[in-house]
């Protein structure tokens, strides 16, 4: 009996002892194997074992609007005929890669070292944190990834601040550029062999937005003359750079000297010209295609907004500390400062602040260019406006002040629900027997209002989060629960996926014992290690991102990783 003599029932029944990847060999065997699973209903019987994956999604988000209409499925589809292999093939060559803990291709950027040139300051970061055992947190250089020890006894370092955003798809980076060819280039590193591209970048500009699916990219109109970089950050497809002026604005004192600070925001578009193509407001689902039929997707990058963000602003010293985040209608700011004041204490009173912003409506007004708000009234009431602040009564009657004993660990907005989410985690020293494997914190997320009044909602003792290692910890999600000899140094979830991945650390003790840092993945419900050159570049600077199809991060070499999945 041939395979094509089986009964459909038998083979249905079979398919479900398979993964896509078994079924993708099985198609290598012969023709008969191969024109027999390569049959519609077979595939769709394969892909609904992974139902979380973005072209599987975007495959039931067409039934759904099939049903939704009087056409049949087929008639609504008008698949073309290598459609719904092309999107098994990406399912099995991803997932295999991903269980197998290995990447297919790696792709390194080259960025622009901004801060030799002044063009970059990142903001501080805390060398006293309250989820640290000790509090207290060193500066060592990042390319040391194995922590230095003591008498046997590791001690916390902080991990470098980065220069790039990665957000569904799309990064942005400063790219290195070629003074002679007045070009950029990637460099990417797969079982095949090499390959190197290029992108043009012009000289009075320096960040670039990178589709990483389509290799789409085009220069953000910032122009980084006269202005320093603070920090940036891609949400939502809205790009915000928060920036200072080379140029002090006044004395504060005798020794600090006060610059203005401003935030600028970008809209990003993408236009796909394949008809078919999903459509740029379902842009959160990727339909695969073949090579032949691989859609043009152009980017735009548009000026949307700008606000200042202090009304006096900030010094550049390592004393001044802010962090923001923001959504595609709004921008929040915390700023922690010391006081200055010759009459009362120093770091015992801090000056705090929580602000918000609505930034839905765009507006040309630039305030950095107009000093005195002489032309303001002339653009109207548009534009970005405060919402809400909360000064430091308020912040501590919402439990979220500081004052000298920092635990703050990140900010979340919920623009639908108008909440704004504090995050904080604090060590907890043990009691009785001495365990070195054992390590409580006690983490809390403080949620209240930002328009009108309402309840304080404080979870705490159901949330697990990092210990603060820089600002890459103020961007990772909740950690779950790991194994005590590995310290948690940032997580990234997929949650449409279901896909998880977390760099961690190890924590031995002793004198010969060298730790390391580590990069696992949680997919279709177990946890795997990352091997290879992965896991030894993307996890050095402590910062990681990234979705189903890669992870990104930066090694030592003051290059972008990315390890693409498929």
């Known amino acids: ?72 499925l087929s008639q609504r589809h008008n698949y073309h005929p290598t459609d719904l292999q092309t999107i098994f093939n990406t399912i099995a060559t991803r997932y295999y890669h991903l269980t197998q803990g290995k990447s297919r291709s790696i792709r390194r950027i080259n960025l622009r070292a901004l801060d030799q040139s002044g063009h ?48 569904d798809g799309l990064l942005v980076f400063a790219p290195a550029r070629n003074e002679e060819e007045k070009r950029w280039t990637v460099e990417e590193t797969s079982h095949v062999g090499s390959e190197r591209k290029t992108g043009v970048l ?44 080379r140029d002090a604005f006044h004395d504060l004192n005798m020794v600090d000297r006060v610059h ?19 459509p740029s407001d379902t842009s959160t689902f990727h339909e695969a295609s073949t090579a032949d039929r691989q859609p043009s997707v152009k980017l735009d990058v548009h000026f949307h907004s700008e606000w200042r963000i202090h009304f006096l602003g900030f010094p550049l010293t390592s004393r001044d ?93 919920d623009s639908q629900m108008r909440t704004v989410s504090v995050r904080q985690n604090v060590f907890e020293s043990g009691q009785g027997y001495f365990d070195p494997a054992e390590r409580n914190w006690c983490a809390s997320v403080t949620s209240f209002p930002f328009v009108g009044l309402g309840p304080v909602h404080r979870r705490e003792g159901h949330v697990e989060l990092p210990s603060y290692r820089g600002h890459c910890s103020m961007e990772s999600d909740e950690i779950e629960e790991i194994e005590k000899w590995f310290l948690p140094v940032m997580d990234v979830v997929d949650r449409s996926a279901d896909v998880r991945f977390s760099l961690i650390e190890t924590c031995f003790t002793g004198m010969m014992i060298e730790n390391r840092v580590m990069l696992r993945l949680k997919v279709l419900g177990e946890w795997r290690d990352v091997v290879g050159e992965v896991a030894k570049e993307v996890g050095v600077m402590g910062r990681i991102a990234g979705d189903e199809r890669w992870v990104i991060g930066q090694n030592e070499r003051l290059q972008v990783v990315v390890a693409r999945f498929q």
């Not at 065997?29 to 049959?39: I, Q």
């Not at 922590?147 to 470098?160: A, C, D, E, I, Q």
């Not at 203005?260 to 999903?278: L, M, Y």
């Not at 630039?366 to 109207?380: A, L």
């Open 321 to 413: 500390h802010f962090f923001s985040t923001h959504t595609a209608t709004h921008y929040c700011l915390y700023y922690w400062q010391p006081n200055r004041s010759l009459w009362t204490g120093d770091e015992d009173q801090p000056i705090e602040a929580l602000q918000v912003w609505d930034i839905s409506q765009a507006c040309p007004y630039r305030p950095s260019e107009d000093p005195g708000n002489i032309h303001r009234d002339s653009f109207g009431k548009d534009g970005p406006y405060m919402v809400a602040k909360f000064a430091m009564r308020m912040l501590g009657y919402l439990g979220a002040r500081q004052q000298g004993r920092i635990s703050l660990l990140g900010l979340s907005l």
């Open 1 to 72: 009996m041939t395979l094509d003599a089986l009964p459909q029932d038998i083979l249905l029944l079979i398919l479900q002892y398979l993964e896509a990847y078994d079924l993708r060999r099985l198609q290598l065997v012969s023709r008969c194997f191969r024109a027999t699973f390569s049959e519609h209903i077979y595939l769709r019987t394969i892909l609904k074992g992974y139902s979380h994956a973005r072209e599987v999604r975007y495959l039931l988000f067409k039934d759904y609007q099939a049903l939704s209409s009087s056409q049949s």
């Open 260 to 278: 203005r600070h401003f935030a600028t925001a970008f809209r990003i578009k993408e236009t796909r010209t394949n008809e078919n193509s999903q």
């Open 202 to 245: 012009h000289e009075d500009r320096c960040l670039v937005v990178l589709n990483l699916e389509s290799d789409a990219q085009t220069e953000v109109p910032f122009d980084v003359h006269g202005k320093i970089i603070r920090n940036l950050r891609l949400k939502e497809r809205v790009l915000i750079v928060e920036w200072a002026e």
């Open 120 to 167: 970059w300051l990142p903001t501080p970061q805390w060398d006293y944190h309250e989820s640290q055992p000790g509090g207290r947190l060193y500066h060592e250089h990042a390319s040391h990834i194995q922590l230095r020890s003591v008498n046997g006894v590791s001690k916390p370092y902080l991990f470098r601040p980065t220069l790039w955003s990665y957000d």
